[in-house]
């Protein structure tokens, strides 16, 4: 080979391996920079979960113990050991103690108490003799629990420490477990139940238990299920116990919360005592999804029941809620909780005894039992601080009894408008209605809420509410009370035209400032005066009881008023011992169906619906109070308290009327006749005078007065065939004439049967005509009348005829005839006749031929026929009987149809 080439392959060669030497190298220094970083990464990742799931979570790993053993990580390792060590170092010396010290304060007795000695408590303190402890005494308002004990916390080094979680009012709980893990959470959920229902008097908080894999839960906690303090579900109709506490949640917002309280926690507070238990309701799964529409019903209970007092206990039960959750998780690596974190090891405490549980709760009923049988005084319903502080703008609320030593609250606001109550008599409406007008009087002060008080039967049961000789003060709220208006249907027929009235300047006002209800209109309207307006009418049936213009036109207006009061914020509260056969509710359910609020008392029929029978089984002293228009779902059973005589009754009227000044209310007694004096009192003065018949049955109790100006026809009859009233009437009319007639005018007294009192005309120049002189008297003044007719002399002249048919026999044709003139040209020159005719018919007779039924323009009847009266009001067909006290009148210049008037009393007693 020739030494050129040689030397050149000897290059070629030498370059090529210089080239793998540094490929070489090359390739061996990346190799190892691989493997560096390759062992940087795994030790960083391992020193990552170390700080993440914490060096005792990992050693507790078998699969990894040999990375603990590898060299590679062993610098992760003593890192993250001297990183924890140093972390806990400033917590081991004080921290437990400091925990468990936060704990025992949060939750006090059994709440935080370890072992099981707390229970032993519970069965002593069940004892009626029970002295120095506080259990099941505590009513839930103040100073209750804020934390519950579920067991111990461990880290790897130092003390253990308690671990509570936060529930009532709080949070929900969830619980995950596995297989094995299953016994030892229920054991845990029984215990919570155990802790919270010793902590509370029993029934502040009740327990529903669903377990989809049987029909109960706990066999421990069954005697509890005795006085409905636990309540089991059937497995297969969650879709029940769902409805129930979305319709629990919804009552508690319509008729608790509305007053604007955020909570039942914060109405309680305001209240100084809870008016609806905590309901905690556990729910036991089996790890499987619940139904779709399941699910968003339980995730709607959740985001609202803390607020309504029902709280979740969630055992296996999948779900997600968008509310608080604290959460208890069992594994095969041990059991974390939300409270504490995931590096904390909890260890729940051992599952109580059976026996003991069950001895505790069977002495948990045994108090419930004592509870329920304590008799609830009245005083027991009453705020603390009995004034009123709360506002009706939205409504009226006020509890009327109790179950379970709760309060059962009646609402009467644009849900619930008007209340029907029924029950046979003495099963106890009059308490009923004294106990409801009682508490809300404690509650609400005059400014906020008025009263128009109604009893039809005979009784005086609202007459306490007024001023009286024993006790002078009143009930400020009531406005009107009426008594004894059993025959005075009439008055009730005024009472309805008053709330229609006030319904429509409501609706004026409202409209004046574009809203359209009372609520709106106190909002928009702060300086103006729009109290709610609750009328109470006990035995309202007899205001329907007859078919004539009385019923139709109370018919009438009840429809109005109950289909559009609610809107105006006034309240019907009708009471009846048997509603159902009263046509204007049955024939109208535009009525009747406004009636939502439903009391059934003891035996009471067809007040709730058709099919709720539940008040054929009510003991007395108790009601059935239903919201929901008497459908079963709504009933609250409540017993009611004793509101009568001894009661603290008296003590809220007195307390409210030294808070507050103002008139008394009006008084109508249909059993009283009203005084002459007080009737001329609102008899107007001035311009024509006129003649006092009676006392109008209306709202002001105002006179029947009958003005007798100059004109045709303004003559006065009195009708009666008995002389007692008759005289009554007759002394009013002509005391009335005596207040009101100028002083030149005359009077012409003729007391042909009977006298009239001495008072009637006392300062009046009278002349006296007795039956001799009568014929002679008549027939000057018919010639009287005949002269004024062009003389222009209107000097007023009253002619009073006490049984004025006694004189016929005496008065012959020429007699007779002069008497027709007076009445018929008498009154237009000044001259006006007020008698007293002893029938009907002889002065129909009189006014004929040269005069007529129109010349006596005015005319009361008492104890005549409204047959009789027919002819003196011609076309009005006048259905009327006569009634003690009571007469049928009509002015032909005022009136459309007759009305009934009160007679008044005798003239001398006023004197």
């Known amino acids: 080979m020739a030494p050129g080439r040689k030397a050149r392959r000897d290059r070629v060669t030498a370059a090529f391996d210089a080239f793998h030497a540094a490929a070489a190298r090359a390739l061996g220094a990346a190799a190892r920079q691989r493997e560096s970083a390759v062992r940087a990464q795994a030790e960083a990742m391992f020193e990552l979960w170390l700080r993440r799931e914490g060096v005792a979570a990992v050693r507790a790993d078998p699969s990894l113990a ?37 704990v025992a304060d949060a939750a006090p007795g059994p709440a935080g108490a370890r072992g099981t000695a707390w229970l032993d408590e519970v069965v002593r303190a069940a004892d009626p003799d029970a002295s120095g402890t506080d259990l099941l005494r505590n009513e839930g308002v103040k100073d ?64 529903d238990v669903w377990d989809v894999g049987q029909y109960g839960l706990m066999p421990a906690l069954y005697p509890l299920a005795r006085t409905g303090l636990v309540t089991s579900h059937d497995p297969n109709r969650l879709g029940d116990l769902l409805d129930e ?11 608790v919360l509305v007053g604007g309280f955020p909570s039942l926690r914060a109405h309680a507070a305001h209240e100084g005592r809870r008016s609806e238990p905590w309901v905690v309701v556990v729910l036991a799964g089996n790890r499987t999804a619940l139904p779709e529409d399941q699910q968003r019903q339980l995730q709607r209970i959740a985001r609202s029941g803390l607020a309504c007092g029902i709280h979740l206990v969630m055992l296996d039960v999948p779900v997600t809620v968008a509310a608080p959750v604290e959460t208890v998780r069992f594994s095969r690596q041990g059991v974390r909780c939300s409270m504490t974190g995931q590096h904390v090891r909890v260890e729940p ?53 109790f179950t379970d030593g709760m309060h059962v609250e009646l609402a009467l606001d644009d849900a619930s408008p008007h209340a029907l109550i029924g029950g046979p008599s003495g099963s106890g409406k009059t308490n009923l209605l004294l106990a409801m007008i009682g508490s809300m009087a404690a509650r609400y002060d005059p400014d ?35 008594i004894n208006v059993n025959t005075d249907r009439e008055f009730g027929l005024a009472l309805l035209q008053f709330l229609a009235e006030e319904m429509r300047r409501r609706a004026e006002a409202a409209k004046s400032f574009e809203v359209t209800k009372l609520e709106e209109l106190r909002r928009a309207d702060p300086g103006g005066h729009w109290p709610r307006i609750v009328a109470v009418v006990d035995e309202f049936q007899y205001l329907f009881a007859e078919k004539d213009q009385v019923t139709r036109q109370a018919t009438a207006l009840l429809e109005d008023v109950a289909r559009r009061g609610r809107s105006q914020g006034i309240h019907l509260v009708f009471a009846s011992q048997d509603v159902s056969g009263i046509e204007a509710f049955w024939g109208r359910p535009a009525i009747f169906e406004q009636f939502v609020l439903r009391i ?158 001495a008072a009637a005309l006392a300062g009046r120049e009278v002349e006296t005509v007795g039956l001799d002189g009568i014929r002679t008297r008549i027939e000057e003044l018919a010639r009287e009348v005949k002269d004024r007719v062009g003389s222009g002399d209107r000097r007023p002249v009253f002619v009073l005829l006490l049984g004025a048919d006694a004189a016929d026999p005496l008065l012959e044709r020429s007699g007779t005839e002069a008497l027709r003139t007076v009445l018929r040209f008498g009154p237009e020159v000044g001259l006006h006749v007020v008698g007293w005719w002893r029938s009907a018919t002889r002065l129909r007779q009189l006014l004929t031929l ?56 005798p003239l001398e007693e006023d004197a």
């Open 144 to 207: 209750h629990p804020e934390l519950w004990r579920i067991g111990a916390g461990h880290l790897e080094i130092g003390d253990a420490f308690p671990v509570a979680l936060p529930l009532l009012d709080e949070s929900h709980l969830r619980i995950d477990s596995v297989p094995e893990s299953r016994p030892a959470a229920e054991a845990l959920v029984e215990q919570l139940l155990m802790r919270m229902l010793a902590c509370f008097r029993p029934g502040i908080l009740t327990v």
């Open 600 to 757: 059934a008392l003891p035996r009471a029929r067809r007040v709730l619906a058709n099919l709720n029978d539940a008040a054929l089984a009510l003991p007395r002293w108790h009601a059935i109070v239903n919201h929901e228009s008497g459908m079963k779902h709504g009933n609250e059973i409540a017993r009611i308290p004793d509101a009568g005589a001894g009661s603290d009754l008296d003590e809220v009227q007195r307390a409210a009327h030294e808070r507050y000044t103002g008139p008394p209310p009006r008084l109508f007694d249909g059993a009283r006749s009203p005084a002459v004096r007080g009737l001329l009192a609102a008899v107007p003065l001035g311009g024509a005078p006129r003649a006092l018949l009676g006392q109008v049955i209306d709202m002001a109790g105002s006179a029947a007065a009958v003005e007798l100006p100059d004109a045709p026809g303004r003559n006065v009859a009195v009708l009666a065939s008995a002389s007692a009233e008759a005289l009554r009437v007759m002394g009013a009319a002509a005391a009335a004439l005596a207040a009101s007639a100028p002083a030149e005018a005359r009077f012409v007294v003729a007391p042909l049967v009977g006298e009239l009192p």
């Open 245 to 255: 506490l979305s319709e629990r949640i919804r009552k508690v917002h319509s008729r």
């Open 850 to 905: 040269s005069a007529g039924v129109d010349d006596v323009g005015a005319w009361i009847g008492l104890d005549v026929q409204g047959s009789e009266l027919g002819a003196l009001a011609p076309g009005l067909g006048t259905t009327w009987a006569p009634r003690p006290g009571r007469g049928l009148f009509f002015d032909r210049a005022v009136h459309a149809r007759p009305e009934v008037v009160i007679v008044p009393g």
């Open 448 to 482: 906020e809420l008025h009263f128009y008080l109604l009893d039809f039967k005979e009784g005086v049961s609202f007459a306490q509410f007024a001023p009286g000789r024993r006790d002078a003060s009143w009930l400020p709220h009531a406005q009107l009370i009426g």
């Open 66 to 102: 040999p990375a603990f053993r590898s060299p590679v990580l062993a610098a992760a390792v003593e890192r993250a050991e001297r990183d924890r060590l140093a972390g806990l170092s400033g917590w081991l010396p004080d921290g437990p103690r400091a925990l468990a010290d936060v």
């Open 349 to 401: 405490d051992p599952p109580l005894p059976r026996q003991q549980v069950t001895d505790a709760c069977s002495a948990i009923v045994r108090a419930h039992e004592a509870w329920r049988a304590k008799v609830s005084t009245f005083a027991d319903l009453l705020p603390k601080d009995r004034q009123g502080r709360l506002t009706s703008e939205s409504g009226v609320r006020a509890p009327v009894g």
